[in-house]
């Protein structure tokens, strides 16, 4: 009986062998999926792949550019050809992925099917298409750019998402280790357990589902020392196992990234480590071989042959042949005879043989060796050599060297104290030498981390051994898996002049595409040094660039976590319906349904409106009036116990920054009000000034913006509904003047806070009550002023309001560069003070004139709104303004505008031309007043 | 995340810190010349190595401190507090 | 002064038939740049090998005949901001002066493919920045407004509009930020950066720029206030003219001049994912959330944010950034958590106080910048170097560029385009 025929008989699946000492499946449970619609069984345990394999498919994809058929390369994570879509998630690694009951599997990017493949045609075509091409040609015409552009967007690889995806459950998790590991095989098994058993508090990462690295497919004596590696780990406490995770990065102060994926119910963590000490221990990953038909199903490397039979019990194929140049190659031709696969002939490279073409319609048929002669199979296993995946030294600064003698990279000299590397990385030798190397620096990397004396711990040497420079055959091949590059194309763009590494790379796009070079960085650079006549060492290599392995945007982001700041009347506006608006952090009523009703109430009868968000800041000392004094443009040392004052601040530059009320409350006491989006710039801006410039001024700032609800009390009948619920001050208007600032108790509850200002025009008084009474003072007003028709408005009226006081809005109808003069403020800027911030900009301001003014814009068709932010132009459209603010006016009947002119149009009685969003123009004249509703102020002040 | 020793606080994530930059003296008011004011709002020294700066505290002591950084390698080497400059520094080991 | 030069004949064309021809034969192609010995003086240096460096040798070889320059760059040609940034190309900014210059850039990158005879892959498939607050709508209404009156295309949308645009954005007001709405600027797009910066070297190596990778600026000599050459990491070089290209690094190059910029360096943060099939045509920028994504040809997504928020000259990339990335793109497409982040990288920017460049003459006679294009400089590479190459041929600051002088921060003379430039790059 074949080989063939052996395997395939009485078998559930085609490729299933029997069992292997070190199998992962679990052949009592047998799992059912689908593989492009089609029913597929598997064990758990399986892999997507190890389960197709299993059941004798070999092609798993279709490569980028070429659309050639793609199998197994690697059998890991990393395997270029095997990515699948599961469901809605596209890109899912089809030979990392363990099966579950019911997933739905579909190969991506083959179109129309994975059989039939019309983009084929591109290989016929490949000698046309070497890397680059795009930029040759598609140059003219130009307009006909878009039309190439949708057809190469066809081509564009990977899986599909769909709109309707859920979020998915992610979460994070922070930590403090004192050592990470990074690789659980067994030079960092061994390094956890030096490290732990020094005393530190360990944790293993690896990205496998579990530990033990190449032992796990290894001989048997390399299970059995797998076997008590995982027995000491488990016993020891202080090890945490991370499995099925991979350490992504390591960022400055050894901050550490780790994806975990083992949870239940969370798909992915991110896990967030702040470790004393790292320890990199990933491994080696085997490279690729570059010959003619390198690509084609069939071609795999030998630990993906020996990972296929070992851990799943899969046959790779049924007559191989092995190209071996180490002990590895030797073992899997081993390992292929003993599980029953014809090993055909063993290619041996230390010996000069060598493959120069694998040829096969779909899959391999025959392999032609360097000697002429061929050799059909349908398996060729390379084992010719590693490569030292270096990024997280790379990106802890150290700089990878090339080693003449064992044809790789090693780790150079850079390394900062706190990053160590054992196993593979370092050198070479016999599982009990790694074991050895990998327990001293774990010790070593205790040490460190414990900040002890850590001369005691001398580590063993460890070198990389010898191995043959093999990179490339005789013929070309592909380099770049992922992205369809053949060394010919290497070889056509370095002579082309993108001779160094980091030209070729994005010149040909090789070792930028899912596997991040991990297999292809080394082949790319000996094809370059190869094509220049330069050294490997001379050529270098690229930097190598997080995530080691890529991390979805689920895990990045975690839970869903934006706060939100609410006022404690919330539950009230939500009640009744406020609509809200998003203003920076806060969520606030806009308005209850109609803001012109909301106006009419406030001008007639007396409206709350909830101005929580103001900023807050409580201030105390003797030195507070000098600091006032430095930080408003107007003066402050002369203000009375009781009294509030207005004031404009503006930045050292003289541009304006915010505005605000402060009061005197009693003695070295204030309190300042801010805009509430400027309550945080404002708090820092005075903590800076005291810390940095001040630091001898006596003054404590404490923020007390959500400390207290605030409510604005406006109308006429205002102060008929304070005396209903104010018992211990005098609220007539002898007594409590505009301008004032009163403390008492509002609908009993004491420790508030008063002042009579009002930016709606009104009669009005400003209340801040701590915070846990907001809801309740709220309530008590609207129930005390039910029979003054009392009403809420929202931020809407209060901006109408405003805008018919002509008041200004500090970012509104300022910008970035609008200084203090021209607002509208003249007269507040005091420039005989010694000092304050922004006098010297202010100073020159002045001086240099020419500044834009903030004037009161009257539409001379009146029911006309011109949009904010309307250009106001000359006749030759030069701009030489813009609306800031309008509205339609409820008290006026008008629409009424602010804007910012040139200072040749602010003059009262100008009219100017705003061209208007929709194209069309409209004449306004510049009023007499900023204020068009009771410009005196007489209502304020009754 | 680079690691912020704070004077008060100790070792403590940079994202608790807001960056206040280059230490700038500000010129006696007065005196000032639009020159040297202009060099205070807007130049930098801008160097690649060793500076000293500021950093505010805000999510911890609400503290401003000054620390030596080096901009290439983003290494703290030393952290003052800024109000009374020399006491309490703390230098990693 | 030495006469353009042709190196070595009329570069070959490229073109689908001589893809064709080169296909059948196997011939190499020629170089696309030469390597030659560095002579010992100039008729300009340019430092810096980035887009503004190379367009402004080759506008001065091509515009002005004046070939004998050389471009030095410490690494390689594109390695800085050139080849390491978002390539979103757009002219929709506030201010009329930006919006002018910007809109000469995209239209000069418009014909750029065959300028150079490279096709730089130009793809105008529309951006959109969106609004979530009223503020912000204001604020986008005021650029679209200022755009139309200088003849560039912008227009604020509404959010079914938006949704139309991109079909995976939540519209819905149930987000956290919800969007209000957007501008929406048809001419905007992305672009293959690396092919713009090879396009220009190679044009002007046609011409007879030379161009000096691996050739570091150590000192800048001057003699009584003129500038006489510079030394390099490969020897001195003389020249009449030397301009400073160096973004990030510019700080340090105009110290040598003992020119103090108001730069600071920060580093800026880039990411891309896995490819998967188009579903995203245009780019789509939130200043709100501070995050901007855009995908290309290939399928991948390529994500921004403003830059890291302290100075530094690292370009090692933080943690903290695709995390805040990711965050806030999911607030925008909910749906694609699945897609996974394969690359970060980090460029540095060289921010000014007020997020315009920095483009003229210095008080040094000869020195002159062309700096502080932060986080939005790779559109404006053409536009720059057109107007820098008119400066060093005629000694006349060109119109488009004056009120980007350096001399506006010590006159107070700033340019208001911090709404506009903070992170739509
Ligand atoms: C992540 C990221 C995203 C961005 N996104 C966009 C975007 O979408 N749109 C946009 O318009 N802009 C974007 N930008 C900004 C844009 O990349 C830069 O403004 C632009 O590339 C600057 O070009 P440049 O030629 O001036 O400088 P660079 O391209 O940075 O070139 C400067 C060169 O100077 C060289 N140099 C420095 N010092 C020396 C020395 N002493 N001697 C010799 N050589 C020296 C460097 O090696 C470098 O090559 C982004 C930037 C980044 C980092
Ligand atoms: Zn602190």
Request: hydrophobic share 40%.
């Amino acid at each position: 009986m074949s080989t063939a025929k052996r395997l395939l008989s009485g078998r559930p699946t085609k490729m299933r062998i029997t069992s292997r000492p070190g199998e992962v499946i679990d052949r009592s449970k047998p799992v059912r999926f689908t593989w492009n619609g089609r029913e597929k069984s598997a064990f758990e345990g399986d892999t997507i792949i190890s389960a197709l394999a299993a059941s004798g498919e070999r092609v798993f994809s279709r490569s980028f550019k070429y659309h050639r058929p793609r199998g197994i390369l690697t059998a890991t994570f990393h395997d270029p050809g095997c990515s699948v879509q599961v469901g809605d998630e596209p890109n899912v690694r089809g030979s990392h992925r363990l099966v579950t009951a019911g997933m739905k599997v579909t190969a991506q990017n083959v179109w129309p099917s994975l059989k039939l493949d019309v983009a084929s045609a591109n290989r016929a075509a490949g000698r046309f298409i070497g890397a680059g091409f795009y930029y040759k040609t598609f140059i003219k015409p130009e307009r006909l750019w878009p039309t190439y552009e949708k057809v190469l967007q066809r081509f564009a690889p990977g899986g599909r998402v769909s709109a309707d995806s859920p979020h998915g459950s992610y979460d994070k998790r922070y930590a403090h280790p004192d050592v990470v590991v990074a690789g659980g095989g067994p030079a960092g098994m061994a390094a956890a357990l030096g490290a732990a058993e020094a005393g530190a508090r360990v944790m293993l990462v690896e990205e496998e589902h579990s530990l033990g690295g190449h032992l796990r497919y290894g001989s048997e004596t390399e299970l059995a020392a797998l076997a008590e590696l995982r027995r000491e780990v488990e016993a020891s406490g202080a090890i945490e196992v991370l499995v099925n995770s991979a350490v992504t990065g390591r960022y400055d102060g050894n901050w550490i990234a780790i994806l975990q994926r083992n949870l239940p119910h969370v798909t992915e963590r991110l896990v967030k480590a702040r470790a004393k000490v790292v320890v990199a221990a990933p491994g080696l990953i085997e490279r690729p071989y570059v010959f003619e038909g390198n690509d084609l199903p069939g071609v795999m490397l030998s630990t993906a042959a020996r990972r296929l039979l070992n851990l799943w019990a899969v046959a790779p194929g049924t007559r191989a042949v092995v190209l071996s140049a180490n002990e590895e190659g030797d073992a899997t031709a081993a390992d292929l005879s003993d599980a029953g696969v014809h090993v055909a002939q063993v290619v041996d490279a230390r010996r000069g043989e060598q493959v120069v073409r694998a040829r096969g319609a779909g899959s391999l048929s025959e392999v032609e060796l360097g000697d002429g002669s061929k050799v059909s199979c349908d398996l060729l296993v390379t084992a010719v050599g590693w490569t030292a995946p270096t990024l997280l030294l790379n990106v802890a600064g150290d700089r990878p060297v090339y080693d003449e003698r064992a044809a790789r990279f090693v780790p150079g000299d850079g390394l900062p104290a706190n990053v160590l590397a054992t196993g593979g990385i370092v050198g070479d030798g016999p599982t009990a030498a790694l074991v050895e190397h990998g327990r001293a620096t774990g010790r070593a990397a205790a040490e460190r981390a414990l900040a002890r004396d850590g001369t005691s711990v001398t580590i063993p040497s460890l070198s990389p051994a010898p191995h043959p420079a093999l990179y490339r055959s005789r013929t070309h091949g592909i380099v770049d898996f992922s992205e369809d590059i053949s060394s010919k194309d290497l070889v056509s763009a370095a002579r082309e002049g993108y001779d160094s590494v980091e030209l070729l790379k994005r010149y040909t796009t090789a070792t930028m595409g899912p596997a991040q070079g991990k297999l292809e960085t080394i082949n790319t650079v000996a094809v370059l040094a190869e094509a220049t006549g330069r050294s490997i060492a001379e050529t270098g290599t690229t930097v190598w660039r997080p995530p080691h392995v890529p991390v979805s945007l689920g895990a990045l982001a975690g839970r869903v976590l934006e706060p939100v700041r609410y006022s404690p009347m919330q539950p009230w506006h939500e009640a009744h319906r406020a609509t809200p608006i998003v203003a920076g952090q806060w969520i606030r009523p806009e308005h209850y349904g109609d803001p012109a009703r909301e106006v009419r109430t406030v001008r007639e009868h007396v409206g709350l409106i909830d101005v929580t968000p103001l900023g807050k800041l409580d201030l105390r000392g003797p030195d507070v009036p000098k600091l006032l004094n430095f930080l408003y443009v107007n003066k402050w040392l002369k203000l009375d116990i009781g009294s509030v004052r207005y004031g404009l601040m503006c930045g050292e530059d003289g541009v304006v920054l915010d505005d605000g009320v402060t009061g005197h409350l009693g003695e070295d006491h204030y309190l300042m009000s801010t805009t509430s989006s400027g309550a945080d710039a404002v708090a820092h801006w005075i903590e800076n000034w005291l810390q940095t410039t001040f630091p001898d001024w006596q003054v404590y700032m404490t923020p007390m913006t959500t400390a207290y609800a605030s409510i604005n009390v406006a109308g006429p009948k205002s102060r008929e509904l304070m005396s209903r619920v104010v018992s211990d001050v005098d609220l007539s208007p002898e007594a409590f003047a505009y301008m004032q600032v009163r403390r008492g108790t509002i609908c009993s509850v004491p420790g508030c806070v008063m002042w009579r200002i009002g930016f709606t025009g009104e009669l009005s008084y400003e209340l801040h009550v701590p915070a846990g009474y907001g809801l309740y003072v709220w309530e008590s007003l609207l129930a005390a002023g039910e029979d003054l028709s009392a009403g809420v408005f929202g931020l809407e009226a209060q901006r109408i309001m405003r805008l018919e006081k002509g008041h200004l809005i500090v970012s509104q109808d300022t910008d970035g560069l609008t200084q203090g003069y021209g607002v509208g403020l003249d007269g507040l800027i005091k420039l005989d003070k010694e000092d304050f911030a922004g006098k010297q900009e202010l100073e020159w301001q002045l001086e240099r004139q020419g500044y834009n003014h903030l004037v009161a814009l009257l539409p001379d068709d009146a029911s006309v709104v011109p949009p904010e932010a309307s250009q106001i132009v000359t006749g030759d459209r030069s701009i030489v303004g813009r609306v800031t603010s309008s509205r339609l006016s409820p008290s006026l009947g008008r629409s009424i505008c602010l804007a910012l002119v040139a200072p040749q149009l602010a003059e009262t009685g100008k009219s100017v031309t705003v061209h208007l969003p929709d194209g069309t123009d409209v004449r306004a004249k510049v009023s007499e007043e900023l204020a068009q509703f009771d410009p005196g102020g007489e209502r304020l002040r009754a | 995340m680079i690691l912020i020793p704070c004077p008060h606080c100790g070792d403590r994530n940079s994202s608790e810190f807001t960056y206040a930059g280059e230490v700038h003296s500000r010129p006696s008011p007065g005196d000032a010349r639009q020159g040297p004011w202009r060099d205070y709002l807007y130049g930098k020294d801008n160097p690649a190595g060793w500076t000293e700066e500021r950093w505010f505290h805000g999510s911890g002591c609400g503290k401003y401190l000054r620390a030596e950084r080096h901009t290439v390698t983003n290494e703290i080497r030393a952290t003052r507090p800024e109000v009374g400059a020399g006491a309490s520094s703390r230098t990693r080991p | 002064m030495r006469r353009a030069t042709r190196a070595g004949g009329a570069p070959q064309r490229y073109s689908a038939a001589s893809l064709f021809r080169h296909g059948l034969t196997h011939e190499d192609w020629e170089r696309v740049w030469r390597t030659v010995e560095m002579r010992r003086s100039y008729d300009a240096v340019v430092i810096g090998a980035g887009v503004h460096g190379l367009a402004t040798a080759y506008y001065l070889a091509s515009n002005h005949g004046m070939g004998n320059v050389a471009v030095v760059d410490k690494g390689y040609v594109g390695g800085g901001g050139s080849g390491r940034n978002t390539a979103i190309i757009r002219s929709n900014y506030l201010t009329p002066e930006g919006v002018r210059f910007y809109d000469r850039s995209t239209r000069l990158y418009e014909n750029l493919s065959a300028t150079l005879n490279f096709n730089v892959m130009f793809a105008r498939r529309g951006h959109l920045t969106l609004a979530h607050t009223d503020a912000s709508v204001r604020t986008m209404r005021w650029r679209a407004e200022v755009n139309k009156l200088e003849g560039v295309e912008s227009e604020v949308i509404g959010p079914d509009e938006v949704k139309e645009l991109v079909p995976f954005m939540d519209t819905s007001t149930k987000t956290r930020y919800p969007i209000l709405g957007a501008l929406y600027h048809p001419p905007g797009g992305i672009i293959r950066h690396d092919a713009v910066n090879w396009g220009y070297a190679r044009a002007a190596d046609s011409l007879g720029v030379e161009i000096h990778q691996g050739t570091e600026v150590t000192g800048i000599s001057t003699d009584r206030g003129r500038v006489t050459g510079v030394t390099t990491s490969r020897g001195a070089i003389s020249a009449p003219v030397v301009v400073n290209c160096t973004a990030g690094w510019a700080s340090l190059v105009a110290t040598m001049a003992g020119v103090r910029l108001p730069i600071i360096t920060h580093p800026l943060q880039a990411a891309v994912t896995e490819p998967v099939k188009m579903f995203l045509h245009a780019v789509v920028v939130s200043g709100s959330l501070h995050v901007y994504v855009s995908q290309t040809d290939r399928g991948e997504l390529v994500f921004g944010a403003s830059t890291d928020p302290y100075a530094s000259y690292s370009m090692r990339g933080s943690l903290e950034f695709t995390e805040e990335l990711a965050t806030h793109v999911l607030e925008l497409m909910p749906s694609i958590s699945k897609m996974r982040v394969l690359r970060q990288w980090a460029g540095l920017c060289d921010i000014t106080p007020d997020f315009s460049p920095i483009m003229g003459v210095t008080p040094v006679d000869g020195f002159l910048v062309d700096v502080g294009w932060g986080t939005y400089g790779f559109k404006a590479g053409p536009a720059a170097g057109e107007a820098m190459a008119e400066l060093v041929a005629t000694g006349k600051t060109p119109e488009s560029i004056a009120a980007f002088d350096l001399a506006r921060f010590e006159e107070a003379r700033l340019v208001g385009e911090r709404g506009a430039a903070a992170v739509g790059h």
